[in-house]
């Protein structure tokens, strides 16, 4: 048995709630179909380079695959997904609604399952809250018109969820307040918040703040950009424990990042074009060894010195460190 059909076996593919995710599940590392930007050329063109970037992450074992209607590749996802013949059982598909002005749920996804070729995806993301308005307007009448828009968005999102055509429903880049909001009126729960989340973005102070907030409802955190202090936010005051760590497990200062949010119970979504990277991830890399409490306390109190957001920058307020 591989390496990898070892920790398949051992730690099955996840349906979310994530309950039963446990440390080590290969399936806790989501290859990203978004930032890395692949697709070159005419956004309407299928575009080979992608469709070969993500059959080189499925022959890697990347079977959670983290797609969005906005990045423009599902249609590529989906030709790769047909030519790879992988069992459709065994994939974990996310992907998410912009909320296009005007458009229902309804429309959007089935857009993306036709580009997919799947009549389901396991998780639909609503991207942003971004589109409702400001939760945190000092004018009240708009604090509660973004509330009543994200409200009115979940509705159809967990009508998605009724229609069998979604398994499970999440969110992405949501503060409390927009949680809260949701689930003043949901019927069923986001399932995950997918945020970014790095030791320069830790989302919890004192009080717990947002990872707290989430932990208590058991919503599943998801984080992007789990590299970020290793690659756009370097050099910063986590280098020196991330190389002592990784010449101590015989790792990269990359693993012990995305190695980092599992051990905290964290997805970790990341993404490359390269396949030799990818490789290294999960060979067994990332897969292979586990951080000591006092390992994950020490990069995440190192990187509390630094505060750090290479997304969405414009929409979060320069003081959203909770
Ligand atoms: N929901 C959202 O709003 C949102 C926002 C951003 C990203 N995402 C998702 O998360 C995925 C991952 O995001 P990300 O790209 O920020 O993740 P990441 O932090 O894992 O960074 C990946 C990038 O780092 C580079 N890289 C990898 N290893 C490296 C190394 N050792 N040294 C230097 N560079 C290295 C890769 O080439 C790649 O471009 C996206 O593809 C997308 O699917 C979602
Ligand atoms: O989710 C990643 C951030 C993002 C928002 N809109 C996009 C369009 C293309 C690529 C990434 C993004």
């Not at 880049?173 to 809260?180: D, G, Q, S, T, V």
């Not at 703040?209 to 992007?224: H, P, Q, R, S």
């Not at 980092?260 to 990332?286: H, M, Y």
């Amino acid at each position: 048995m591989s390496h990898l059909e070892r920790h398949r076996s051992k730690f099955h593919l996840f349906p979310y709630p994530i309950q039963r995710l446990t440390l080590s599940s290969l399936d806790q590392l989501s290859y990203g179909l978004g930032t890395a930007r692949f697709k070159r050329g005419n956004k309407d063109t299928l575009d080979e380079s992608t469709i070969e970037y993500t059959l080189a992450a499925l022959r890697q074992g990347y079977y959670h695959l983290d797609c969005a209607e906005v990045y423009g590749n599902e249609a590529e996802v989906g030709v790769a997904l047909s030519r790879a013949d992988i069992p459709r059982s065994k994939l974990y598909i996310t992907t998410k609604s912009s909320c296009n002005k005007g458009e229902s749920i309804d429309l959007a996804l089935t857009r993306s399952l036709s580009k997919l070729g799947t009549d389901y995806v396991d998780l639909y993301l609503i991207h942003s809250p971004f589109w409702a308005g400001d939760i945190n307007s000092p004018d009240p009448e708009v604090a509660a018109a973004a509330a009543r828009a994200l409200q009115e968005k979940w509705a159809e999102m967990e009508a998605a969820k009724d229609s069998g055509r979604v398994k499970s429903i999440g969110v992405s880049n949501f503060l409390k307040e927009h949680i809260e909001a949701v689930l003043k009126t949901a019927r069923y729960p986001p399932v995950v918040n997918q945020i970014e989340f790095h030791p320069y973005l830790q989302h919890h102070d004192a009080e717990g703040g947002l990872l707290g907030y989430m932990k208590e409802k058991g919503i599943v955190a998801e984080a992007y950009g789990p590299l970020t202090a290793v690659t756009k936010a370097a050099p910063g005051p986590v280098d020196e424990v991330y190389e002592k760590v990784a010449r101590k497990y015989g790792v990269t200062p990359a693993e012990v990042a995305l190695r980092w949010c599992l051990d905290q119970g964290v997805v970790a979504i990341t993404t490359s074009s390269k396949e030799e990277r990818l490789r290294g991830w999960v060979r067994p890399g990332v897969l292979g060894f586990e951080l000591t409490k006092e390992e994950v306390e020490d990069i995440a109190q190192k990187g509390r010195e630094k505060h750090f957001r290479g997304f969405w920058n414009n929409k979060f307020k320069e003081d959203d460190r909770r």
